[in-house]
Antibody
């Protein structure tokens, strides 16, 4: 059974870059036609899609975050990563990695447990 | 402000049938499939419905989804106390080169 696990610092200073990694276990990260995603949940608010990456390296980003986001994939390590630059307090959230069954479907069928990231000096 | 509009709250009693709405536009729900997620407190979202009305393996048939035009609905029949959670709808939006959009979520209280 495929499982996802986020890792990375829980505290980031304002203006710095938030970096998280998601490790895929129990299955392949390539060849399955899946889109590997990042979604965040602001405290007391709704879910926000950050973007996703296909195993070919093709990426799709939330237009509101596009200028600050890079999602990359390392299939040899079964990992994909998120970099969010120039963070502010508004980026404080629980960050989830998730697997989307296909493109243009928003069908995230497997999720990591989530990791809380706080932006504060 | 979320792109998809959901009522912030709903309630029902055990055994009852409840439904939630999700309203969008021609660039998202009107053109693309709708997905529904359940999020229990302190846990990751769980996929409940995909492609408007399909249930993943393991999701009880008490949960059903439908779509008409630019709106979608999630219905829960035989309401149980463990159904108390936040429910989110989502869809692909074709504007701005395409992106996923979520609703603001509906908090279901089982009285």
């Amino acid at each position: 059974q495929v499982q996802l696990q986020e890792s990375g610092p829980g505290l980031v200073k304002p203006s710095q870059t938030l970096s998280l990694t998601c490790t895929v276990s129990g299955g392949s990260i390539s060849g399955g036609g899946y889109y590997w995603s990042w979604v965040r949940h602001h405290p007391g608010k709704g879910l926000e899609w950050i973007g996703y990456i296909y195993d070919s390296g093709d990426t799709y980003y939330n237009p509101s975050l596009k200028s600050r986001v890079i999602i990359s994939i390392d299939t040899s390590k079964f990992q994909f990563s998120l970099e969010l630059s120039s963070v502010t307090a508004a980026d404080t959230a629980v960050y989830y990695c998730a697997r989307d069954r296909s493109n243009r479907a928003a069908a995230f069928d497997i999720w990591g447990q989530g990791t809380m990231v706080t932006v504060s000096s | 402000q979320s792109v998809l509009t959901q009522p912030p709250s709903a309630s029902g009693t055990p055994g009852q049938r409840v439904s939630f709405s999700c309203s969008g536009s021609s660039s998202n729900i009107g053109t693309n499939p709708v997905t529904w997620f359940q999020q229990l407190p302190g846990t990751a979202p769980k996929l409940l419905i995909y492609s408007n009305n399909q249930r993943p393996s393991g999701v009880p048939d008490r949960f059903s989804g439908s779509k008409s035009g630019t709106s979608a609905s999630l219905a829960i029949s035989g309401l149980q106390s463990e159904d108390e959670a936040d429910y989110y709808c989502a869809s692909w939006d074709d504007s701005l080169n395409g992106h996923v959009v979520f609703g603001g979520g509906t908090k279901l209280t089982v009285l």
